[in-house]
């Protein structure tokens, strides 16, 4: 089945003590890119991958990194999480880049609170 | 830049109704437009998309016309079910900026139908 896969789906953690969430994709697609979602915001883009070892900022990237050494893998690094990383986080991919109209998949969020 | 506006949640109505949700946008160009779907717990699902400008997306009783005048892309349902609860959320597909694919996504509105 294709499909996007987060790990884990929820999570507690407290102040400073760092976490990755992981993201899988098993579509041999080249675009990956990682979202939160806040209430009243709408999803933001936090980073995003071209393809392996290409990877950029999105519109929120402060306090976040990403590293893409396999095309299935996109791992959201948080070094020292802070309350305002509470959210839902989701994972979303896509066969090709720009100049395209492919479909982006999401993955079906990690919720993440820091205390 | 780019930006997505959907009406207020939250929106309730009885089962059978008739089901618009308001989203207009602002953009450079001419943006790919889309609607997603987010059933309680899950990620997020491409419901449909529009190209071009007077393109009508469809599925699952949905419907949404690009109107490039109006900037708008409105989603329309004419009888709603129970199972269509779920948050909705309006995206579009802008201008290409250094080769980012980016969706914009508007904040999301809260649908509930009681039966």
């Known amino acids: 089945e294709a499909q996007v896969t987060q790990n884990p789906r929820y999570l507690i953690t407290v102040t400073g003590k760092k976490l990755t969430v992981t993201c899988s994709q098993n579509?041999?697609?080249?675009?990956m890119s990682w979202y939160r979602q806040d209430p009243g915001l709408g999803l933001r883009q936090i980073y995003y991958?071209?393809?392996?070892?290409?990877?950029d900022k999105g519109d929120v990237p402060e306090g976040y990194k990403v590293s893409r050494k396999e095309k299935r893998n996109f791992p959201l690094i948080l070094e020292s999480p802070s309350p305002n990383q509470t959210s839902l986080y989701f994972c979303?991919?896509?066969?090709?880049?720009?100049?395209?109209?492919?479909?982006?998949?999401f993955g079906p969020g990690t919720r993440l609170t820091v205390l | 830049g780019d930006s997505v506006t959907q009406m207020e949640g939250p929106v309730t109505l009885s089962e059978e109704a008739f089901l618009t949700i308001n989203c207009t946008y602002t953009?450079?160009?001419?943006?790919?437009l889309f609607w997603y779907v987010q059933y309680p717990g899950e990620g997020l699902q491409l419901l449909l998309k529009?190209?071009?400008?007077?393109d009508k997306g469809s599925n699952k009783g949905f419907e949404a016309t690009y109107r490039k005048e109006t900037t708008s892309f409105h989603l329309e349902k004419g009888s709603v079910q129970v199972s269509d609860s779920a948050v909705y959320f309006c995206?579009?597909?802008?201008?290409?900026?250094?080769?980012?694919?980016?969706?914009?996504f508007g904040q999301g509105t809260r649908l509930t139908i009681n039966p």
């Open positions: 979303a991919s896509s066969l090709r880049g720009p100049y395209s109209t492919d479909t982006q998949y």
């Open positions: 529009a190209t071009k400008a007077d």
């Open positions: 991958s071209m393809n392996v070892e290409v990877t």
């Open positions: 953009a450079t160009g001419y943006p790919s």
């Open positions: 995206a579009l597909r802008g201008v290409i900026i250094q080769g980012a694919q980016k969706l914009v």
């Open positions: 579509m041999n697609h080249e675009y």
